[in-house]
Nanobody, 118 residues
Framework: VQLQASGGGLVQAGGSLRLSCEVS????????MGWYRQAPGKQRELVAG???????NYADDVKGRFTISRDAAKNTVHLQMNSLRPEDTAAYYC?????????????WGQGTQVTVSS
């Protein structure tokens, strides 16, 4: 199972970015998909998640600004980030909980850097 994240970059405050995470491999089922972020010197934190029914949850400080979505046909999860703030600067990671190789497990993508300038 491999997760390939993309879409990070440098943007001014107030701008937008769209992150994508493409999932590949022999996966029987995906239960949860999510985006996390980790700023220097801080713990990795959940930004947004979506379960298999499409129920979403967001960190309080991104509600109304970020939107997680899933393209099931392409096995891709997106994170649309609007009204970006300097405090959103972090490495962003996608994660899935999936059934593969006869077991449920968490799989992580590599980070994609988001830098928001003031």
């Amino acid at each position: 199972v491999q997760l390939q994240a993309s879409g990070g970059g440098l943007v001014q405050a107030g701008g937008s970015l769209r992150l994508s995470c493409e999932v590949s491999g022999s996966i029987f089922s995906i239960n949860v998909m999510g985006w996390y972020r980790q700023a220097p010197g801080k713990q990795r934190e959940l930004v947004a998640g979506m379960d298999s029914r499409g129920t979403t949850n967001y960190a309080d400080d991104v509600k109304g600004r970020f939107t997680i979505s899933r393209d099931a046909a392409k096995n891709t999860v997106h994170l649309q980030m609007n009204s970006l703030r300097p405090e959103d600067t972090a490495a962003y990671y996608c994660k899935i909980r999936a059934y593969a190789d006869f077991r449920w497990a968490d799989y992580w993508g590599q980070g994609t850097q988001v830098t928001v300038s003031s």
